[in-house]
C-alpha cells in the first residue's frame, strides 16, 4: 500500500489542523493505520492509531484529548484532527501501515509501509 501524507504547515499555538493521509494500491480497509512524528533531532514517535474498521483508536499520552484520528474507507483516506496545538507538536507528521493486515499495533518497529510526511510548526 501506498500512503502519503498532506495537510501540514505554520500555525499559531492554541490553533488547529487537519492532516490528511491518501492512500493506494493496497487493501486500505484491511489496515491498520498510524500517524508518527519526528522532531528536529529526536527520534519517531508515535502520535495516534486506528484500526482497520475505525472501530478502535489509540492515542500516545501527549496528545489524547487534543487530536482525533478517523478514516473513510470508501475513500481511501485517513485524518488527524489536531486541536489546541502547542509549539512542542512541531515536527514532520508521517502516515504508516504495518506489514500485515488485519494486524492493530502501535509499535515502530512494525510499520512497513509509510508516507513521505508533511511539516506542521507550531509558532506565534
Known amino acids: 500500500v501506498q500512503l502519503q501524507a498532506s495537510g501540514g504547515g505554520l500555525v499559531r499555538p492554541g490553533g488547529s489542523l487537519r492532516l490528511s493521509c491518501a492512500a493506494s494500491?493496497?487493501?486500505?480497509?484491511?489496515?491498520?493505520i498510524a500517524w508518527f512524528r519526528q522532531a528536529p533531532g529526536k527520534e519517531r514517535d508515535f502520535v495516534a492509531a486506528?484500526?482497520?474498521?475505525?472501530?478502535?483508536?489509540w492515542y500516545a499520552d501527549s496528545v489524547k484529548g487534543r487530536f482525533t484520528v478517523s478514516r473513510v474507507n470508501a475513500e481511501n483516506a485517513l485524518y488527524l484532527q489536531m486541536n489546541s496545538l502547542k509549539p512542542e507538536d512541531t515536527a514532520v507528521y508521517y502516515c504508516?501501515?504495518?506489514?500485515?493486515?488485519?494486524?492493530?499495533?502501535?509499535?515502530?518497529?512494525?510499520?512497513?509501509?509509510w508516507g513521505q510526511g508533511t511539516l506542521v510548526t507550531v509558532s506565534s
Open positions: 504508516a501501515a504495518p506489514s500485515q493486515i488485519l494486524v492493530a499495533t502501535t509499535a515502530l518497529s512494525m510499520f512497513h509501509y
Open positions: 494500491g493496497g487493501t486500505f480497509n484491511r489496515y491498520a
Open positions: 486506528i484500526n482497520w474498521s475505525g472501530d478502535s483508536t
